[in-house]
């Protein structure tokens, strides 16, 4: 994730609509590809990125937000420490003095309040306020920790999450046709 921004100078841009536009572009022109039925997938920061694309690319035929983000402000500062916030036990201490810089880097990514080891709990409800606050029919999935899905994307169950995915988008798509 951090390689194209520090090796090409690549930064992030939130209107994802700028991004997916062109890629339906090229995907109409493709021959075996139905127009009226190309869906957007979002996984993790996708789930906010991939919304608001589709708020804006009027031609995609259904949208899948996995841990889909409502709010990306409110879960970035939900664990940081500050007056009259109680810290979290994601956070983790800082590195060693004597790390190299590249090691430093990454303990930002892994143990920064956005980074991999507080996603599972930054997220809670997230997926549940953009599903409230779409306006267009919508299935709001629920994966539990005892099917395998207790962490953030559901890595434990990942069969189980792409076929109900890959259901839900048959009937989607076949309602639609």
Known sequence: MPGPRHREGLVFR??????????????????????????????????????????????????????????????????????????????????????????????????SPAGRSTTACTFKGQPEQLFDHLTCPRTLMVFTAEEGAGAHCHPGAMRLTQARIYDWLDETLAAGA
Request: aromatic letters at 6%; charged letters at 30%; hydrophobic letters at 35%.
């Open 14 to 111: 939130p209107d994802w609509e700028n991004v997916v536009t062109p890629v339906v572009d090229f995907a109409e022109r493709l021959p075996d590809v139905d127009s009226g039925r190309i869906a957007l997938l979002g996984i993790s920061m996708g789930g906010i990125l991939a919304p608001r694309a589709a708020a804006f690319e009027h031609r995609l035929a259904a949208l899948v937000a996995v841990d889909g983000l409502y709010d990306l402000g409110e879960t970035s500062v939900r664990n940081i420490p500050g007056p009259g916030r109680r810290r979290s036990g994601c956070c983790a201490r800082r590195p060693p003095r004597n790390s190299t810089p590249r090691s430093r880097r990454s303990w930002r990514r892994t143990r």
